[in-house]
């Protein structure tokens, strides 16, 4: 079993930055391949960004290239988000996620296990 508690979401203007942050709790962090997914009201939940156990491998959605950085800290078993260049499309319910499975694959997957979401608003 693997427990996710994610932390940084707020309200921030258009153009505005936020670090999201994962901790993780249960097993051994850096097996886990981590991502983050976020969901808009009356939206389905999309693929965001995906990070390897071992910090090389990344793949972002083509919506938030160049704008959002993931991360991975295996000593303190937490994933972060960073998000620059923030737009009022970006705002959402955003939820880490953790898969045994490749991280890139998670894109196309249902990662086996999930946070309980930070609300991110972005205002215009």
């Known amino acids: 079993q693997v427990q996710l508690v994610e932390s940084g979401g707020g309200l921030v203007q258009a153009g505005g930055s936020l670090r999201l942050s994962c901790a993780a709790s249960?097993?051994?962090?850096?097996?886990?391949?981590m991502g983050w997914f976020r969901q808009a009201p009356g939206q389905e939940r999309e693929f965001v960004a995906a990070i390897s156990g071992n910090g090389v491998y990344t793949d972002y959605a083509d919506s938030v290239k160049g704008r959002f950085t993931i991360s991975r800290d295996n000593a303190k078993n937490t994933v972060y988000l960073q998000m620059n260049s923030l737009k009022p499309e970006d705002t959402a319910v955003y939820y880490c996620?953790?898969?045994?499975?490749?991280?890139?694959?998670?894109?196309?997957?249902?990662?086996?296990?999930w946070g309980q979401g930070t609300q991110v608003t972005v205002s215009s």
């Open positions: 249960g097993r051994i962090f850096s097996n886990y391949a």
């Open positions: 996620a953790a898969d045994l499975r490749a991280a890139l694959t998670m894109s196309n997957i249902l990662p086996k296990y």
